[in-house]
């Protein structure tokens, strides 16, 4: 089944599609599935209904190598070769075990990949500027095994069109969240924590969208390398540490927090290197007082973004809004330290808190839910992005396609 892409709206028709995310936490794979419809018409967004979501945890030693080589470890062009088709039989198992799971069979897939690096500040490389980014994952593995369309490496496109080549979900989050009357924000929470501010009545145009900083990212490190476990469950470290007001002070310092939209970061801002700078700077400290100043710096940054970049951006574009949600997604919304503070903090900006699953997806699945409607509007040669969001020049159709 070659990929076909179609320009006109009559020839869109619906689409079982399985949507694979694997995010900067490097903690395993998820995989939902979708049965995604045209619109009413041309200027209708596609319509969702949200099947099935299940997630894998990667291998050990596949997950230490990954992070291994996300925060920039010695390796080879033959071992990056070798991850890049251990990826793509990973997700391909995963796919095959959610369907059977479901009794369900994809007629398409959007694979997201995993980053292994994304830097879109120009560095200076053989002599020319250079921004880049990567995500690995042998597509042809999944399309040969599943024999259906898989449609991945997203980010590019919009790289070259001068974007930050994220974030992408804000396409979903318009084409699901939107209201008539009440502003939304919708804030992803995986290893980095992201927005997308959608004005109430506010058109595709109106969006503002950006990471905020680290969300579970610098917390993991520090459990890792600290306590040896991968994160903090439900915040109970967290809860019982202290924060460092000192440290604090100096961690607010860096210049990713005031920097104003559009901007996207990772494991090069905020990776393994980041969370030693922390230790370094807090030698002596107990590793629950350590894990409490991280999960107050992933809190404080999301508040602070919003107070400072997203409430503006709201009053300008939909002053007669009747209230302001903030909705989260992701890994973070489990840990209930971090929560708490999160809803602490907006209620003070008079916004509510809850997660995603009271509007119909769960928390888990949201971001493959998002590659899913990727890869379909790919599949009808529509553009994924949202110029808005990323900085972009144009909308642009995103993703390459690996076809039977």
Known sequence: MALKTKSTTGSRRPLIVAGVMSGTSADGVDVAFCRISPGRDANTSPQIKFLAHAGFPYPRAVRTELLRIMEGGPTT???????????????????ERAATKFKLKPALIGLHGQTIHHETTQRKYLGSPVRS????????????????????????????ARGQGAPLVPMLDYTLFRHAKRNRIL????????????????????????????????????????LGKPYDRNGAVAAQGEVLGDLFNQLWRDPYFSAPPPKSC???????AFAQHLKHLAPKAAPADLIATATLLTSTSVIEAISTFCLPHLARHAPKATATDLVAAGGGTRNRTLMSLLAEGVADLNISLSPTDSLGIPSQAKESVAFALLAWLTYFDLPGNIPAATGASRAVILGKASYV
């Open 133 to 160: 980014t990567w995500q690995i994952g042998e597509a042809a593995i999944i399309a040969e095994r599943l024999r259906c369309p898989v449609v991945s490496d997203f980010r590019p496109a919009d790289l070259a």
């Open 77 to 95: 062009a033959a071992d990056l070769s070798r991850l890049n088709w251990r990826l793509g039989a990973i997700y391909a198992d995963c796919i």
């Open 187 to 226: 804030l992803n929470l995986g290893g980095i924590a992201n927005v997308t501010v959608i004005p109430a009545g506010g058109s595709i145009d109106s969006l503002l969208a950006f990471d905020t900083g680290p969300a579970n990212m610098v917390i993991d490190a520090l459990m890792q390398s600290e």
């Open 266 to 272: 990772g494991r090069e801002q905020f990776g393994a």
